[in-house]
């Protein structure tokens, strides 16, 4: 085994043993081992990853390492192999970096849970970890669909965590039936990827794709997006990323900054040899990726749970995500992928430390006047909002330009739309993360704030949001200025033998939109503040004047309705006519009247059990002289 294969191995193998660990053993010792054990897999993964990156700076060639042939049957035959190149390694970095710092604010913010919740806890985040891993470094599509399939898993558990919560359980059960829909698609897509081509493994099918059947190219292309739309939550299988809020803060940054969400995009662009031949499903991963950034970002406008805000903003920047990879530029997909993780983790950890300072609260109604009492958090969560907002110089500026900027710079009419649509967002962006900031900490404090004076977060929790506030402020002059050092690549670069290169010209910043943007990005943010600070405009009136939109959006464009409308409430309907036409009167009707039948049949035997004596005797004399007469008869007959 290569030194590449042993190290990938250990990526995945720390996790799972801290994982195991948790499981069997957590729940007995010291919570100071639970607190070392559960970041410190992480860490170690994290250590291996960067050896492996640097390892591929030296050499972009794509590794594969089989350790045993998993199953044979006939001709067909799986080996667990891990794929590690530029694109796993990336992806390695930012599971393992970014969701490392999210286990270790976990310290502080679970602390409150006994010993064996908190070793419970970590033992799902370890999991969580691990199978996201197993995701992005398995080489072959059977132990893609295990990773897939272990990460709904994972999520399930961990936003069902607090299981005494009903809402809790709900939430958890309907983000795992979304997922299952997903897999449901992956799966029949693998099966058809082995029938199509005879393999299973990544690198022998993309050197088959070309020989392929279109049709059938295009129809597990559209397998694999269900796959992908259902993970990453876009439309329209959304819906169970916003109720996803129910599990506690740190599962929430993982869940939507550097793991679950990002599946799907790391799918297409896996794939990308898949959906450059598959016209079709390519445009429509582009389409469903800006259509689910508008829609997202203008519910996010309505919104009180400041959870809840940044989780449709997730659904907002994966849908940037999409719209990248959709139009073949996957570089700047995976580059805002990166920068996604750095400012949206920061956002969702900084929002733990108010939520944790205010016994709970997550209503942003009830907050304001926290830059005061929570300067440090405050600041943190500024920079991640103007990254979010994308404003000039922090990282999710250079990220979206460079997914803005490739698809303007495609020319054709369907990118030009798919920029529109991504222009007009990060408009709407701007003025969402502006009401999100200003309402919890600039606006004069709630005369119903829970805690009169909060206090900052610990050192536990505010060191690993002052991390990802420092990367999501220089994130950006990784892209820009990558080449100060003769070791360092751009992005674009370090992914290109991975994902392929743009398929048309290079260029520089495409200026005008670029300029529009920025520009008309920070003008919405401002505007949040003329509404909700200075209070120039006032909301209400907007409210009474167009009520409407308001109830579209607070009952997000009815999507909970309408698939309960179509499909909970006729499962139940059909539920309930099988319960009454067919398993009471035919199941348990069999069932219990074979159980009445035989009860009635011994009641009737039971006449014969007098316990008198004399009667015994004579139905044995009785049966005597039956047998012999039969006897002498057929002696006689003989």
Not at 198 to 227: K, N, Q, Y
Request: aromatic share 14%; glycine share 8%; net charge neutral.
């Amino acid at each position: 085994m290569t030194s590449t294969g042993t190290l990938a191995l250990l990526v995945l193998a720390f996790p799972a043993l801290g994982a195991l660990l948790h499981a069997f053993f957590g729940w007995r010792w010291s919570r100071v081992l639970t607190m070392l054990l559960g970041p410190g897999v992480i860490w170690l993964s994290f250590v291996c990853v960067v050896i492996l990156f640097f390892g591929q700076l030296g050499d972009a060639s794509s590794k594969q390492s089989t350790y045993w042939t998993w199953i044979t049957s006939g001709s067909f035959s799986t080996p667990f192999n891990l794929l590690v190149d530029n694109l796993s390694v990336f992806m390695g970095l930012v599971i393992t970096g970014v969701g490392a710092l999210i286990v270790t604010y976990s310290v502080g913010y679970m602390e409150q849970e006994d010993n064996p919740s908190y070793a419970r806890f970590f033992c799902y985040m370890d999991l969580f970890v691990f199978s996201m891993l197993l995701l992005v470094f398995a080489g072959n599509f059977v132990f893609l669909v295990v990773g897939w399939a272990m990460v709904g898993l994972s999520s399930y558990l961990l936003i069902g965590f607090w299981y005494q919560r009903p809402s809790a359980v709900v939430a958890a059960r309907k983000a795992f039936v979304m997922n299952v829909i997903g897999d449901i698609g992956m799966i029949l897509a693998a099966f058809l990827i082995w029938v199509t081509y005879h393999s299973v493994v990544f690198t022998e099918v993309f050197g088959r794709v070309g020989h392929a059947d279109s049709a059938g190219l295009e129809i597990i292309a559209f397998l694999l997006l269900v796959g992908a739309v259902a993970k990453s939550a876009q439309l329209p299988l959304h819906t169970w990323l916003p109720d996803a809020m129910e599990g506690p803060t740190p599962v929430s940054a993982l869940i939507h900054a550097a793991t679950m969400v990002t599946a799907g995009v790391y799918l297409v662009g896996r794939m990308h040899p898949i959906y450059d031949v598959a016209v079709t499903a390519h445009d429509a991963v582009a389409l469903i990726g800006a259509v689910t950034a508008l829609f997202a970002a203008t519910i996010a406008f309505v919104q009180t749970d400041i959870k809840r805000v940044l989780a449709y903003s997730t659904m907002s920047q994966i849908g940037y995500m999409f719209l990248a990879v959709g139009v073949g530029a996957y570089a700047a997909g995976f580059y805002h992928l990166m920068s996604h993780a750095f400012f949206k983790a920061l956002l969702f950890m900084a929002a733990g430390n108010v939520i944790h300072a205010l016994s709970d609260e997550q209503d942003m109604r009830k907050f304001g006047g926290l830059w005061q009492d929570l300067p440090r958090t405050a600041l943190c969560f500024l920079v991640g909002s103007l990254s979010l907002a994308g404003i000039i110089p922090f990282v999710g500026f250079w990220s979206k330009e460079v997914v803005l900027g490739d698809a303007f710079s495609r020319g054709d009419p369907f990118a030009l739309a798919m920029w529109a649509i991504g222009f007009v967002t990060a408009l709407l962006t701007g003025f969402y993360t502006g009401r999100m900031f200003y309402l919890t900490f600039w606006v004069k404090a709630a005369p119903d704030r829970p805690v009169e004076h909060p206090h900052e977060a610990p050192p536990v929790m505010l060191i690993p949001v002052a991390i990802l506030a420092v990367l999501s402020t220089i994130g950006g002059f990784i892209q820009i200025n990558a080449g100060f050092h003769p070791g360092w690549k751009l992005v674009q670069d370090f992914l290109n033998p991975a994902v392929g290169v743009l398929g048309w010209e290079e260029r520089g910043l495409e200026y005008l939109a670029t300029a529009a943007t920025v520009l008309l990005g920070a003008f919405t943010f401002f505007l949040a503040y003329r509404f909700y600070v200075e209070r120039r405009w006032d909301p209400a009136v907007v409210r009474v004047r167009y009520p409407w939109v308001q109830t579209l959006l607070e009952r997000k464009y009815w999507f909970d309705e309408i698939y309960d409308a179509a499909f909970v409430r006729p499962m139940d309907w059909l539920g309930a006519a099988l319960v009454r036409w067919v398993e009471r009167p035919i199941i348990d009707g069999a069932v219990m009247g074979l159980g009445t039948r035989t009860e009635n049949t011994a009641s009737d035997l039971s006449v014969t059990q007098s316990g008198y004596f004399r009667n015994y005797v004579l139905v044995l004399t009785t049966g005597a002289v039956i047998v012999l007469a039969l006897v002498m008869i057929r002696g006689a007959i003989g």
